[in-house]
């Protein structure tokens, strides 16, 4: 059976977890949304006292601390930090969004992530599945440049803002953005290769099924 890859990036609201969720879900693939691994880590950090980059950078040892696992529940995979999944509710909200890409700019906490990240393959075969889907900002660039499908979501900033406002959540889209396109290590951008999809006139159903029809080819 081939096992396969796919990498999903974007900016804020480009529509990747609907998107690889949905992919997952009718190809059987594992789904791992690494903005939730930045937001868990983030949450953390906030939890224990350190509110600034400044202050993690003066401080490292914490982040060997903050063993990272894996729970695994139908199609998504979630890391869990000592043990435990935080609820969506502790990771998605005005605290974490304010604070979640400035210490995703620190290399040394990206660093903490890219063996857990790319461990996560085997994490998916050994459970079955068909292959793995990661969501979020440098997987086609750094995290999986090897991945056989790689694709960035892109979408006008208007309609991304849009779609946040439509699910109810106030959003620092476009500074988030902005601190993940200029940063240094692993900025935002589309990687060299990968397929650009532009959704800003297509519904979740049209961007699935322009995929699907490419990775009916390859699975
Ligand atoms: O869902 P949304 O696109 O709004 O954000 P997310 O995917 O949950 O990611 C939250 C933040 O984590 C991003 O704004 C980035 O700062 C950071 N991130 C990253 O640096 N690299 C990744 N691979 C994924 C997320
Ligand atoms: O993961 P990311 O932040 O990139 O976006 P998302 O959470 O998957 O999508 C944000 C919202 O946009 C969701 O409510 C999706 O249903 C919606 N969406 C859309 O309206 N049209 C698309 N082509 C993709 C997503």
């Not at 990771?91 to 620190?106: H, P």
């Not at 440049?145 to 892109?154: G, H, K, N, Y």
């Amino acid at each position: 059976m081939p096992f396969i890859v796919i990498a999903v990036d974007g900016g804020a609201a480009s529509g990747k977890s609907s998107t690889s969720r949905a992919l997952a879900q009718k190809f059987n693939l594992m789904h791992v949304d690494t903005g939730a691994h930045y937001r868990t880590l983030t949450l953390s950090l906030l939890d224990a006292g350190i509110e600034t980059p400044e202050a993690l950078t003066a401080d490292l040892s914490v982040l060997s601390r903050l063993t990272p696992g894996t729970e695994v529940r139908g199609q998504e995979a979630m890391m869990s930090v000592g043990g435990h999944v935080p609820a969506d509710n502790e990771i998605r909200n005005d605290r974490v969004n304010a604070a979640v890409s400035k210490f995703a700019a620190v290399p040394a906490l990206r660093k903490c992530l890219f063996d857990y990240q790319r461990g996560q393959k085997e994490v998916a075969r050994e459970r079955g599945f068909a292959g793995l889907i990661m969501d979020g900002r440098d997987i086609g660039s750094v995290i999986f440049p090897d991945a056989e499908l790689r694709i960035f979501l892109t979408a006008d900033p208007e309609a991304r803002a849009a779609r946040r406002a439509a699910e109810g959540i106030a959003d620092s889209i476009a500074e988030r953005d902005k601190a993940d396109a200029s940063r240094k290590t692993a900025p935002l951008a589309c990687p060299q290769g990968a397929w650009l999809i532009d959704s800003t006139f297509l519904t979740l159903e049209e961007v699935v099924a322009k995929i699907a029809g490419k990775l009916k080819t390859l699975l």
